[in-house]
């Protein structure tokens, strides 16, 4: 599949991806500044590298749905004090 960006959609696009990373950064402060949370990336991002390497994909998607639920559960204790 091929995703061509023409002049007319070339904004929306940027604006798109823009919101996501500004989104993908600041979820990404939450889960690191909570308590445990660097350690926790650092181990899930180290188990997911293991199982790229011996091409797993199996795994790798495993691992990677694994340390999205761990960054939505910093999100949630942290939730409140950002409201």
């Known amino acids: 599949?091929?995703?061509y960006i023409t002049q007319r959609n070339q904004k929306s696009f940027f604006q798109t991806i823009s919101g996501l990373i500004d989104k993908f950064q600041w979820l990404r402060a939450i889960a690191l500044n909570s308590?445990?949370?660097a350690r926790l990336s650092i181990?899930?991002?180290k188990k997911?590298?293991?199982a790229l390497k011996?091409?797993?994909g199996t795994?790798?998607?495993k691992l990677?749905?694994?340390h999205l639920r761990h960054a939505a559960k910093k999100y949630v204790l942290k939730q409140g004090v950002f409201l």
Do not use: A, S, Y
């Open 1 to 3: 599949m091929r995703f």
């Open 35 to 37: 308590q445990g949370g």
């Open 43 to 45: 181990d899930d991002h």
């Open 48 to 50: 997911m590298l293991k």
């Open 54 to 56: 011996k091409m797993d």
């Open 59 to 61: 795994e790798l998607k």
């Open 64 to 66: 990677t749905k694994l």
